[in-house]
């Protein structure tokens, strides 16, 4: 079993910056893909972002240039740094553990963060 727990969202401004960590415990293997979603009330959750066990990510256009995922393998942590942060980021963001092996989906309890115009 896998458990994940985010940590670092709250209230800023726009043009503001925050950062987003998430530490995976269990059993945890160095090449399960760890990865950011976000859902904004009334909407349908979507991708943030992805980091592979080799550092290879991926990106959600609306947050290309502005947000920078990575991760500490030795620490099973995952980090989003979010700057020039937009009203429309406003959302609860939910820390993914993906094991391609078995298939399995863990997810965090969310953090929400809130951009204020």
């Known amino acids: 079993q896998v458990q994940v727990v985010e940590s670092g969202g709250g209230l800023v401004q726009a043009g503001g910056s925050l950062r987003l960590s998430c530490a995976a415990s269990?059993?945890?293997?160095?090449?399960?893909?760890m990865g950011w979603y976000r859902q904004a009330p009334g909407k349908q959750r979507e991708l943030v972002a992805t980091i592979t066990s080799s550092d290879s990510t991926n990106y959600a256009d609306s947050v290309k240039g502005r947000f920078h995922i990575s991760r500490d393998n030795a620490k099973n942590t995952v980090y989003l740094q979010m700057n020039s942060l937009k009203p429309e980021d406003t959302a609860v963001y939910c820390c993914?553990?993906?094991?391609?092996?078995?298939?399995?989906?863990?997810w965090g309890q969310g953090t929400q963060v809130t951009v204020s115009s």
């Open positions: 993914n553990v993906y094991d391609p092996l078995g298939a399995i989906d863990y």
């Open positions: 269990g059993r945890i293997f160095s090449i399960y893909v």
